[in-house]
């Protein structure tokens, strides 16, 4: 086999293939509903994703390909864990699909996948490891069968795809053949896409192309989100959204079917029927979230000029409560609440409380600002006041001192339109955005 098509400067640059492309932090990506933004190298590109129907023998095939893209990416990460410095310089991506050749001759059942398969499973790695030394993301880790199925395609087999009607398309995937898929949306010129399978078993190909941010209105409205645990969104005008989740009745059967895996033998038939059916609830319910958060998202940047959010770090709210040593009993501890702080974990989980905020941040670009969360919840949107005792209950805010009685959810968004944050020495903050673009004034 020729060596020389393993060049990995072959086919045109980044800069070339996506001119309207911009740079952004090297190696970030977002996966959001049937979207997903996706940054390879620096450039910011978007990725739509559509259902794959393939039949029994193409189901087959895939997971084989799978399995060999995870194959390849396993080996590399042990070569890369394993590699001493008095060896020299670690093999990066042109030495390893070298030996990918060489090992392709080696092996028949190897032979038998896709050489493209395989050598961006390497030059996945490739950037995996870069990411790591930038400090962007954590060290690569190994691919397990099950939860890490996928491969990714590009060059000119990327672009064979056919549209049959206004419902289905097939695309050509090396290996494998014309696979079916649903037009769900207009397919994009892309030069790369990515087949994925998801716990439940569904099938996904994801095709890159270029994002085209959402109009603004030009009215020069300004709207405030507040998001909560019972109310997944409030806005300043009044509306409150709530996050579509499983009903009493998939709840309460996701509870039978928890205490029945209980009740299995580790690692029987039984209890992997039982994992499956609970991992197709859960995926119901993350379909709903997402297919919430896409339509509300849209929504909300094609209304408004100016969307204000609170500023929260999602990661450190939804942490484990710390352990409270017993001082007067060494070895013991006392009660920290966990169970509580679990329950508010998962309704915050639940509510999707991050995907809006990001979302904006690629629909309404420029428009979207953060705002200091703290007191909007205690300060009266009328007079200014701010008191623990204005919060007469979870959904009731009235003040002590002028009497105004509202929504506490809505109170706060208009606390958050406005751009009020008490600091601490009780001044109010109003932030400026430094990315604000110059909005059309409003036609008369």
């Known amino acids: 086999m020729d060596r020389a098509r393993h060049n990995p400067a072959e086919g045109p640059a980044l800069d070339e293939a996506y001119p309207n492309s911009r740079r952004v932090d090297e190696g970030r990506c977002v996966l959001f509903g049937d979207q997903r933004l996706s940054v390879v190298t620096g450039w910011i590109r978007w990725v739509s994703r559509f259902r794959l129907y393939p039949t029994r023998s193409q ?17 590399a990460l042990e070569q890369w864990s394993m590699w001493s410095s008095d060896k020299g310089p670690t093999p990066g991506f042109v030495p390893q699909c070298r030996q990918l050749t ?31 030394y930038a400090g962007t993301h954590r060290r690569p880790t190994w691919r397990r069968r099950g939860r890490h199925e996928g491969f990714r395609v590009v060059g000119r087999q990327a672009a064979r795809v056919v549209k049959h009607n206004r419902k289905w398309g097939s695309v050509r995937i090396p290996k494998v053949g014309w696979v079916r898929f649903r037009l769900s949306r207009t397919v994009p010129a892309a030069k790369s896409y990515r087949v994925v399978r998801d716990r439940v078993g569904r099938w996904y190909i994801a095709f890159a192309a270029i994002p085209s941010p959402v109009p603004a209105p030009g009215t020069g409205e300004v709207v405030g989100a507040d998001r909560g645990v019972i109310v997944s969104l409030a806005l300043s005008n009044g509306e409150l959204l709530t996050c579509p989740g499983l009903s009493n009745r998939e709840q309460e059967r996701l509870r039978r079917l928890q205490r029945r895996l209980a009740r299995c033998r580790r690692g029987s038939q039984r ?3 039982v994992r499956a059916a609970i991992a197709k609830l859960d995926a119901r319910a993350g379909d709903r979230r997402k297919d919430w958060v896409e339509k509300t998202s849209t929504d909300l940047a094609r209304r408004f000029d100016v969307i204000r959010v609170e500023d929260l770090r999602i990661d450190q709210m ?24 679990a329950g508010l974990n998962r309704a915050i989980l639940a509510n999707g409380w991050g995907a809006p905020v990001r979302r904006l941040e690629h629909k309404a670009a420029g428009r979207l600002q953060k705002v200091n969360p703290s007191y909007t919840s205690q300060t009266c949107s009328v007079c200014g006041h701010c008191a623990p005792e204005n919060r ?8 002590v001192a002028c009497g105004h009685q509202t929504h506490a959810d809505v109170n706060a968004a208009i606390n958050i339109a406005a751009g009020r944050a008490v600091s601490a020495r009780g001044e109010t903050q109003v932030p400026v955005s430094l990315k604000r673009e110059p909005q059309p004034a409003a036609s008369a």
């Open 59 to 75: 189901h087959a095939l895939l997971l084989e390909q799978c399995g060999h893209a995870r194959y390849v990416w396993n080996l």
């Open 271 to 273: 209890s992997r029927r």
């Open 392 to 399: 007469e209950s979870q959904a009731v805010f009235q003040c």
């Open 318 to 341: 939804t942490k484990r409560p710390k352990p409270r040593p017993d001082d007067e009993h060494p070895g013991r501890f006392l009660p920290n609440r966990r169970r509580a702080k």
């Open 102 to 132: 060489d090992a392709r001759a080696a092996f028949t059942w190897l032979r038998a996948g896709s050489q493209t398969v395989q050598q961006q499973a390497l030059r996945d790695f490739d950037q995996a490891v870069r990411n790591f």
